[in-house]
């Protein structure tokens, strides 16, 4: 059974290898920790890399199904910008295209942005549920709807209730990483 890549990178390291002593993977890097203001020296192995970052659980796929397809892409956009390199001009249509796309891809697949798209998800969620209980009537409606639409909504939960609950924000908003990565795409598209 192959094994599952589980630490995945958020700047490929064939990218990063550009910025090596030797140009290659197995290079050295000199890295500028901003957080702790310390430098230090090690491979793009241990460079933009967080554990499981890409994990999908999709029934019929690897989890690392996403980490194993962008490898592919990444890897042909690191070629392209070689290329560019070795030849020192303008890149081909074709290569201008994956360099691009590699561009956006680290711009939008990153834990900072992703902590701000899921902030700004989770803010959005946060005014729906105010909205759902701005006033008895709105959450009446919106409770008819649900049981019409043949949900389950186990017990009668007052609108007080329901109010004093998201008002006092008695709840905790999470993400799977599907959903995370299919907005990412979203913009990087």
Known sequence: MPSIARRHHFLPQGYLAGFTDTGRRDGMLHVLDIKTRRGFRTSP????VAKDFKRVDIDGRSPDAVESALAQIEDRAVQAIRRVMNSESFPSDGDYNLILNLLSLVLSQNPKSRRALNGARSREADEKLR??????TTWEHHVA???KAGEDLRGDVSYER???FVEERRYRIEFDNEGTLRREFEAQD
Do not use: G, H, T
């Open 131 to 136: 909205w759902l209980v701005s006033s008895q």
């Open 162 to 164: 329901a109010r004093r």
């Open 145 to 147: 709807m649900a049981r």
């Open 45 to 48: 192995l241990n460079v933009a």
